[in-house]
């Protein structure tokens, strides 16, 4: 009898454990406009986040049990499976063993913050699963040289562009694995730019939606200057202007508490994303660990008291932690290393 691959056990538990402890209703902050948006299709906060509402309305009618509330917190622990599974992936394509792989997924699914979101309505696990698959496409670019890596994460990158804003930050991480393969490749440049039109098109949804007026219709992007103002977040950097790129000793102290809730993750992860730059890819998951604790800590330093940030960093922090681990079970003998594991 075939083994089940490794990414699909680690996130079965994975899944298994959110599904059991989601939360059974409606939670606070976000959560019950952001259902309320998928459930009806309609427009939700900047930057509109047209790529969550279409997920979890798929979820929302195909999940036969519980009311939309609890579908929506079911949504959110089938996309915090996708990013662990991935991660596994991301691991194994930065030739690391698939046991460290798989532990280094498992205390990132673990990590309170994941928990967090994976059992409620939220925009953070999709963020979580476009990161992972992001460390796994450039991985395998870098390893196999097949364009077709490129243009999958082309695409990604205008997909990325319909959900959380802090992608766009995460997708110029990836353009120099893009220009790199545009330059041994020169005419692969059209079919890059077309993958990431085609990506971004998930965009049209917001106009779309808005011209049919639904209840939830946040700024009306319905005319290309109100699509923009509502893509930007003109209306919440007007608002919170004076606190983004802002150093505030307290969003630091929030920030050191997400680390130090998942010690394991953060002391393994660390030490690990010093050593992955030597594999091929290896260079792009501090980078991204880099940009989500500038985000979080100077450009987004809001979320951190609502616990909103964070994720994609500790999918980095995965990778990073299974690259330690395989550095221990190569320095330790094995019986030592499975104990320490």
């Avoid at 990414?7 to 939670?27: D, E, K, M, R």
């Avoid at 971004?200 to 049919?212: M, N, V």
């Avoid at 103002?229 to 608002?239: D, E, F, V």
């Amino acid at each position: 009898m075939r083994t089940p691959p490794a990414p699909f056990v680690v996130a079965a538990i994975a899944g298994a454990a959110y599904a059991v402890t989601a939360a059974p209703g409606l939670t606070w902050l976000d959560a019950g406009e952001l259902g309320a948006a998928a459930h009806e299709l309609g427009v939700a906060h900047p930057p509109g986040v047209p790529v969550f509402a279409l997920l979890h309305k798929l979820v929302m009618l195909t999940v036969p049990i519980g009311d939309v509330a609890f579908r929506g917190n079911l949504a959110s622990g089938l996309l915090a499976m996708a990013a662990i599974a991935l991660l596994v992936r991301a691991g194994r394509a930065l030739d690391l063993p698939t046991g460290a792989a798989a532990l280094g997924a498992t205390w990132a699914a673990l990590a309170p913050l994941m928990v967090l979101h994976a059992t409620t309505i939220e925009v953070y696990t999709g963020a979580a699963a476009a990161t992972a698959a992001l460390l796994w496409a450039v991985a395998q670019l870098a390893r196999s040289g097949d364009v077709r890596w490129a243009i999958a994460i082309a695409f990604g990158g205008g997909l990325a562009a319909g959900h959380h804003a802090e992608l766009r930050l995460l997708g110029i991480a990836a353009l120099p694995a893009l220009i790199g393969a545009a330059r041994r490749r020169p005419r692969l440049v059209p079919a890059l730019l077309i993958a990431g039109v085609a990506g971004a098109c998930c965009l049209l949804y917001l106009p779309l939606r808005a011209s049919t007026e639904p209840w939830r219709n946040w700024g009306d992007p319905s005319t290309s200057a109100a699509l923009w103002a509502h893509w930007t977040g003109a209306r919440i950097r007007a608002a919170f202007g004076g606190q983004f790129g802002a150093f505030d000793p307290e969003a630091l102290r929030l920030f050191a508490g997400l680390l130090t809730d998942a010690p394991l993750l953060t002391a393994c992860g660390l030490a690990g994303l010093a050593l992955l730059p030597r594999a091929p890819g290896g260079w792009l998951p501090g980078l991204v660990w880099l940009l989500d604790s500038a985000y979080a800590v100077t450009l987004n330093p809001m979320g951190l008291a609502d616990r909103q940030n964070g994720l994609p960093g500790q999918i980095a922090l995965g990778v990073g932690a299974a690259a330690a681990l395989a550095l221990l079970a190569r320095r330790l003998p094995r019986r030592a290393s499975l104990a320490a594991g």
